[in-house]
């Protein structure tokens, strides 16, 4: 009988049955605090069980983790979300027989019991987590995956707290070993309730196209030929292995180090919950947006300076209980949120048809290496703390040797956690990037205010203020802003896109923009935000607006690709100069052949100078030609000196143009020539009456000087000639016309000395 395929699950119904996931999270939660957390190694410890041994008891969970293969076929062939619910509701049934352990005789029998117990604990977890993890691939969108990762950090954090803080008033209230019976039944009680909440997901039904039985296992080859997959699995075994080491050591290395009580330990213990959550909240937010690798990388560069802070730590350090509850919120900060981003990036990694074989190869690897660091943990504990070698004079401390060798395996695990594949994702150099412009601490404090109720006038502003802080972080909220309902949004988004560093993503959304036929001021944005940005990738789309009916848009488009300076098209905005009907367009040209420092299109920008110049009704006010000298002045490579000069001169008369042609008369003074003194007294007389507005007087003394240039051998005195020539027939000179003038003839004859 053919198997009936369920209908595939809508993320909408995803979502909304989300809070199942988060309640189980609750419930297993407060069942861990209570359990296998640190009151199963201040237990132990309080039996009389050595410390090498309690690392054992640590090390059984994650290395039964490699019976997940075994039990790969049931997993294949039955309901996942089934084996999930029974094998984590079986687990807790194992807790209970801890309570017999003190009546046994001897901490060796003590041992022994636990270590049983321990063991079927640990297999009952590894079915389920053999079946869940492939069904979280169902469960979770892979868009918020992130986000739904730090809501279960933050979820947990209550339970987390609360629990401990109970925890640490019972057994500080109380004495005997018996105080941890209550605590090991409640906690039992909570792991049974939690599978509950597993009832309300859906999903995990078998395939009918995935293999069974043997078949599933021989299976295993797809992923075991991933070398992708394999460097992760190195990555995530890695940080696997010093989390569970120094997890596992750094509450004995407290206890003993800094002399703080069982209670009080596991108080201070809960703040790493509460670094988890904080953690897991920022670093979802971030893989939702940036994906896992830069993210991760990040967190393991934080975990090494972590490590490496624990040698400063002495006996006799001042308030011991901060300290150590601050290492044990960065432990959560770092390592937790660290572990989470590497799951995400094994759930959007491993293809669906093959996530049974993926996720169990990633699960057994995580076993090996996670339980045998608590062996190879203990080991070294017990070598060190047994022969206490020496290093350079100094006695080798057994957990400064631990937290050292651990700090060398996140380095490694960072590593190769960087040279993965990650479709879509955001490099770590690049990731980086984004803090190195703009304001990133504006640009996280504005984009939470964005995602609020807002009106279209608060959100017109925040994202005007997303431009202002020139930081690639606030791309995304950009983007978005681009379908927002309100016109002056969008608008105000094109432009604030514009002011970000160039990037792929955000080239790709300002062309998309050029497509909005009908809303010309939002194409005219985008073509200014792309030539500002200096997209030579987006030229062609840029010059089809050349060929537009609308004279704005084609005057946009000129100066764009101007701004971008792709040589591919300046033979036809040459062509606009002279032939387009519109004189803006032909303004838009002229800009753009200055930017382009094209030599070749002096002759026909003089002229075009020429013919503003004399349709001007009033000398005093030419505001379109001096757009003409302003793109002469680039290609003569004068543009700082005559912006500077004449805005000076515009504010004030006379206040630098009688100062230029003073200069340029002490110049022609210095030259040879039996002319030359005389040439310098008339240009200097003119001085007085361009202090007043009078130009044509120094106008026609410049004009006298074009034989000495003309014979210059200044790479640019033929064009100066072409700008002499062609203005000669002008009447009434512009003041802005002799800055340029008096500046470039004294830069053509400073060469002929």
Known sequence: MTRQVAAEQSDYDKLRRIPYLYAFNVLNMAALVCTVNSPLALYAAELGIEKGRIGMLGGIMPFAQVLCIA??????????????????????????????????????????????????????RTLAETAIYPWSQEYMPRQVRGRISGVISLAILPVALGGSVLIQLWLDSRVGIERYFPVFVIGALFGLTSVLSLIGLRGGNPRPDTPRGLASIRAMRTPVRDGNFWLYLYSSGTQYFAYTAVNLFLVLFFRERLGISSGQLVLLIALVPVGGALGGLIAGWFVDRYGTRAIRVTLQSWQVVLLLSLLLIRPGVVFPEIVAGAIFFLMGLLFQSSIAVGSIYMLNYVPPAHKENYMTLAYASDGIIGGGATFIASLLLQLLDAHRPTLLGMTVDSYEALFVACAVVVVTSALAFAGLKESGATGVRAFFANFGSGSAIRALLAIPRYG??????????????????????????????????????????????????????????????????GLEELQYAALTSLGRLRARESGAAIAVFLDSSSALLRARAIRSLGEIRDETYLPRIRQMLRDDPEINCRLAAVSALGKYADRSSVGGLVAIYAQLAAADTTASDEPRSKVVLLALAKILGLEEGFSRDWRLEERILGQRLPRLIERLAWTVRRMPGKQSGELSARIKATALGASSGETTEAFLALQALLPRIETSGHPDAALVTQVLQGTR?????????????????????????
């Open 729 to 753: 027939q002008i009447e009434h000179p512009h003041r802005a016309l002799l800055v340029l003038l008096a500046l470039a003839v004294r830069k053509v004859l400073l060469a002929r000395r």
């Open 71 to 124: 039990f790969l076929p049931i997993v294949m062939a039955y309901s996942q979300r089934f084996i999930t619910g029974a094998a984590y509701a079986s687990r807790y049934i194992f807790v209970l027989p801890w309570i017999a352990a003190p009546f046994l005789g001897s901490p060796e029998q003590a041992f022994w019991l636990l270590f049983g117990c321990m063991t079927a604990f640990s297999i009952s």
């Open 452 to 517: 609020a109720l807002t009106s279209e006038e608060r959100r017109q502003e925040l994202t005007y203020g997303f431009g202002g802080t020139r930081s690639s972080l606030v791309k995304e909220e950009l983007i978005a802003a681009l379908s927002d309902p309100s016109f002056d949004v969008r608008h105000e988004a094109i432009q604030s896109l514009g002011r970000l560093p160039p990037g792929p993503a955000v080239i790709r959304a300002l062309e998309s923009m050029l497509d909005y036929e």
